[in-house]
């Protein structure tokens, strides 16, 4: 089996084992470590990211309580693939995907589980996981292209559902991801939308850091009625040019 190649640290803005979670739970849950891939050996992988082996071990371990990695005398660390439910959750819903696309419904089913998510990210997120919001936040801003500002959108969304640790919730999330992106796109056409989508997400991650879960479910609410507005604001705008010309 090869060893798969590890990039280098971003930052180090925390603790050096929080920022080895956030940075080796975000190359796996972007694909850049699949599973199955075994990680080189601990003196090899903490020399090429210039870290000490004891935060290196307390990062694996972090990875090992949360099943993203497996470690084995004589075998090495190898990534997990997600569990059977998870396989078996993204299957269903992708039946459902095919059935009804329907976006209003969409929009419903995420006022529905995000707001809970946000509530459970903020009993539950660890340092890394705050990390991993904080490095998403600061690439944000009102001027990027719309592309690349529903990217990190995404990107924050399902960092958010990772921080709950639970791994149905997750792969609920990016089913309904995939499921939204098309609306999500007139929510970040314009800067207001842009602007709107990064207080709102600052609002939420400040609401996790202060490990208040109402206050996290609230800010939810609030900011996907924010975005609902945006959205039917564009495409009225949109309607009515149309109508012009």
Do not use: C
């Not at 180090?12 to 796996?28: C, F, G, K, T």
């Not at 600061?138 to 960092?159: M, N, R, V, W, Y």
């Not at 559902?161 to 999500?184: D, E, F, K, Y």
């Amino acid at each position: 089996m090869a060893v798969a190649k590890v990039p280098p640290l971003r930052s180090r803005a925390h603790s050096v084992s929080d920022a080895l979670v956030a940075h080796l739970e975000q190359l796996i849950a972007l694909g850049e470590l699949g599973p199955g891939d075994r990680l080189p050996a601990e003196r090899e992988l903490a020399e090429s990211l210039s870290v000490s082996r004891t935060s290196l071990r307390e990062a694996l371990h972090q990875l090992e309580a949360k099943h993203l990695i497996e470690r084995r005398q004589g075998r090495g660390t190898i990534v997990l693939a997600p569990p059977t439910q998870v396989d078996d959750l993204y299957a269903r819903l992708a039946d459902v995907a095919e059935d009804d696309r329907e976006l209003a419904n969409v929009a419903e089913l995420r006022t529905v589980i995000e707001p809970k998510i946000a509530e459970f990210a903020a009993v539950r997120a660890t340092s890394a996981d705050l990390l991993q919001m904080d490095d998403i936040l600061h690439a944000t801003d009102e001027h990027l292209l719309a592309a690349k500002s529903l990217e990190l959108d995404i990107q924050f969304h399902l960092t958010l559902a990772r921080a709950s640790h639970n791994p149905l919730l997750t792969a609920l999330t990016t089913m309904v991801s995939s499921w939204t992106t098309p609306v999500r796109k007139d929510s970040h056409s314009t800067r207001e939308g842009r602007r709107k989508s990064l207080i709102g997400h600052q609002a939420i991650r400040d609401a996790v850091e202060a490990r208040d879960p109402v206050a996290a479910s609230q800010a939810m609410i609030m900011h996907l009625a924010d975005i609902d507005q945006v959205i039917r604001r564009t495409r009225h705008d949109g309607a009515a040019s149309a109508e012009q010309d």
